[in-house]
Nanobody, 122 residues
Framework: QVQLVESGGGVVQAGGSLRLSCAAS?????MGWFRQAPGKEREFVSG????????YYADSVKGRFTISRDNAKNTVYLQMNSLKPEGTAVYYC??????????????????WGQGTQVTVSS
């Protein structure tokens, strides 16, 4: 069983930046970031393969968010720039224990973090 711990959330003004981190307790393959706003379903934000060569983004964050990972530290990052109020949500880290294919659905991941709150004020 791999545990995921997110950090880096907070309150930021629109146009600002935050960097989320997700530390895994063991080896993982594809990893992703999802977010869930109040009253809405959890949605895909970004994903990355184990080697970091393949990255994927939701259209709503493309060009503003950057995903990366450091396998030596078992950590994945999400750099979020030009944040918008609609980005307010709980952000979750997810990991696949065997497959290196990034998927955009929640069912494609074996492990989940507890989430970190991101609030973007207008």
């Amino acid at each position: 069983q791999v545990q995921l711990v997110e950090s880096g959330g907070g309150v930021v003004q629109a146009g600002g930046s935050l960097r989320l981190s997700c530390a895994a307790s063991g080896r993982t393959y594809a990893m992703g970031w999802f977010r869930q706003a109040p009253g809405k379903e959890r949605e895909f934000v970004s994903g990355i393969s184990r080697g970091g060569f393949s990255t994927y983004y939701a259209d709503s964050v493309k060009g503003r968010f950057t995903i990366s990972r450091d396998n030596a530290k078992n950590t994945v990052y999400l750099q979020m720039n030009s944040l918008k109020p609609e980005g307010t949500a709980v952000y979750y880290c997810a990991a696949d224990r065997t497959t290196n294919t990034v998927v955009r659905t929640t069912g494609g991941y074996d492990y989940w973090g507890q989430g970190t709150q991101v609030t973007v004020s207008s």
